[in-house]
Structures are given as structure tokens and as C-alpha cells.
């Protein structure tokens, strides 16, 4: 038996940020868990990650770099919370028949958020984790543990009441953190941005991207992100 086979199986909701990239990478790391899966919700009307509008061949792309397979929960647009809570309970169902016994959340401080997820999964003989969660007022550092253990990003939507519209399709860098207003928590914990992470320590490989146009949908303002050309290396001079 392998030691991964004897550690609690674990999913980890996936929202193809960098968030949830990071809190895999502390799984990883921490080697308590098995993680089996990566749960992500996708817009059916779109086929694109839920809030962060990511195609799903570029979700499909992660996965592959992390060499784990994709758990995908389709949602009708626009959706009600109880279709949601529907379909996640199908989800957790799922899961617990194939002996997963954790779900994993890349909530950094909102207890609302924390406390849903907790009564979610209650009675469930599911249990839920949060990996990276720091509490209000450490986001800031967490922001710069992410960028120097190489969590590379790229600022996929804005809620431009939070945070003004040019932020979108930027990288999330140095820089960008070094910009943001005071009011903007440094990982959009409250809604101000969400990302696509491309690169990173749980991933074998970069994911090749490239930056498309911004537009403004449903109050939000979307940047696109489209797979891009791989890295091909030069071919070798010729002899003579």
C-alpha cells in the first residue's frame, strides 16, 4: 500500500485562482492529506469557471498540471442558491461513496463564508479544511508567501465599484499588490478581483496564456484569457 492510499482522502474546491492553487500547494506540503480532486463549479450557459470566467480548457490545463482530474459541478445561469445547494449536495454524495473524507477551501478571513461552508458539509461525514486561512489583517503577508514561493496570476474579473476596471487582465505581481487602494483587501478577499493562476509549485509546468480584451458584463469587468503558443525551444544551428 502506498503512503499517499493511507492518508484521508481529500477534494479541494477549485476555483482556478490563487487561492486555491496556493492552498493546494500547502496540502502538498503538509502531506496530511490525500488530495483526489479538484471540485469546480462551472457556468453551463458559458462552460467557464463560476465567477472567474475561465474557459474550461483552461481549467482542464490546470488539472493537467497538477495531475489531478477535475470534479465539475455545472450550474444553470443564473442560478438560485438552492439549485446550488442542490447540486453540491449530489457532489458531496459522490464523493463520500469513493471514500473522500475532507473538502477543502481556499477562504482566507470571512467567517460567514467559513461558517457556511461548516454547516454545509454538517452530517455529511464530510469535513471541511481551510488550509491557508489567516484571519482579517493577514492577507497582505499571505499575498507576498504566495508570490515568492512562485505563484504566478493574472486578474480575470474586477467588481469595478471595488477596484477600478484597469486592474483587469493585469499580473498579480509586486507591483500590482504595491497599487492597490487601501480600501482592496491584497487577495480581493471581499469580491474586489479574482485571478487565473498559470504557474507555481503545484503545478509540473506553466500553462502557456495570453492576455485577450476587457469587457464589462453583469456589472463586473471581465478580462479574457486564452490558451496560449507552448514554449517550443530553438532548434540547433546547422553543422558547418
Not at 469546480?40 to 450557459?45: S, Y
Not at 488539472?63 to 449530489?90: F, H, I, K, Q, T
Not at 493562476?197 to 456589472?219: H, K, L, N, S, W
Request: glycine share 8%.
Amino acid at each position: 500500500m502506498s503512503p499517499a492510499s493511507k492518508r484521508p482522502k481529500a477534494l479541494l474546491s477549485w476555483s482556478s485562482g490563487k487561492d486555491s492553487a496556493f492552498a493546494l500547494h500547502v496540502l502538498r506540503r503538509n502531506a496530511r492529506f490525500d488530495v483526489v480532486g479538484l471540485l469546480t463549479t462551472l457556468n453551463a450557459a458559458h462552460d467557464r469557471v463560476a465567477m472567474h470566467a475561465v474557459r474550461r480548457e483552461l481549467l482542464e490545463a490546470q488539472a493537467r498540471a497538477a495531475g489531478l482530474p477535475v470534479w465539475s459541478v455545472p450550474l444553470p445561469w443564473p442560478c438560485s442558491n438552492a439549485e446550488y445547494e442542490r447540486r453540491m449536495r449530489d457532489a458531496i454524495e459522490r464523493a463520500r461513496a469513493e471514500g473522500v473524507t475532507h473538502v477543502a477551501f481556499g477562504d482566507l478571513f470571512l467567517e460567514e463564508i467559513r461558517s457556511y461552508r461548516i454547516r454545509m458539509l454538517r452530517d455529511t461525514g464530510i469535513e471541511p479544511l481551510f488550509p491557508i486561512w489567516t484571519g482579517r489583517g493577514g492577507t497582505a503577508r499571505l499575498a507576498r508567501r504566495m508570490l515568492d514561493a512562485g505563484i504566478r496570476a493574472i486578474v480575470t474579473s474586477v467588481d469595478p465599484s471595488k477596484l477600478d476596471a484597469s486592474f483587469a487582465g493585469r499580473r498579480f505581481d509586486h507591483d500590482l499588490l504595491a497599487e492597490l487602494p487601501a480600501s482592496c483587501d491584497p487577495l480581493g478577499e471581499n469580491g474586489e478581483f479574482h485571478t487565473f493562476c498559470f504557474a507555481g509549485p503545484m503545478f509540473a509546468e506553466p500553462i502557456p496564456v495570453t492576455p485577450g480584451e476587457a469587457v464589462e458584463r453583469d456589472g463586473f469587468v471581465f478580462a479574457e484569457v486564452r490558451p496560449g503558443a507552448a514554449r517550443t525551444r530553438p532548434a540547433p544551428a546547422p553543422d558547418g
